[in-house]
């Protein structure tokens, strides 16, 4: 997929895979944040595919958990939700009570 040099590179052919194109580009949070996500997103549709679930692109992901995979403090999350979000790359909202931080990554769904 070919980018200009300020655009992410939404092409992550590997999961959990560290692009430096994107840490140019967007930072090293969000470089590490945007492969997180994008690594949840291809495990979710491995399973979805064996259960044949319907699935509307959202899921949850809470900051305790991208800590334990990415060591990203919750504040450096924040800084590369707010690049990512900025630059399109993906939607955040907050699900029930108490509330629950979900993710769409517009580009793999």
Not at 29 to 55: G, N, P, Q, T
Request: hydrophobic fraction near 40%; aromatic fraction near 10%; proline fraction near 4%.
């Amino acid at each position: 997929m070919k980018t200009s040099e300020d655009d992410i590179c939404f092409d992550v052919m590997v999961p959990a895979t560290y692009c430096r194109h994107n840490a140019k580009v967007a930072g090293i949070f969000a470089a590490i944040l945007y492969s997180e996500l994008a690594d949840y997103v291809h495990r979710r549709s491995y399973d979805r595919k064996k259960s044949k679930e319907v699935w509307d692109g959202w899921f949850p992901l809470s900051v305790e958990k991208i800590f334990d995979r990415t060591g990203l403090t919750p504040e450096q999350q924040s800084e590369g939700i707010k690049i990512l979000k900025k630059m399109g790359a993906i939607d955040v909202k907050s699900i029930g009570l108490p509330a629950v931080r979900h993710f769409n990554m517009k580009h793999l769904n």
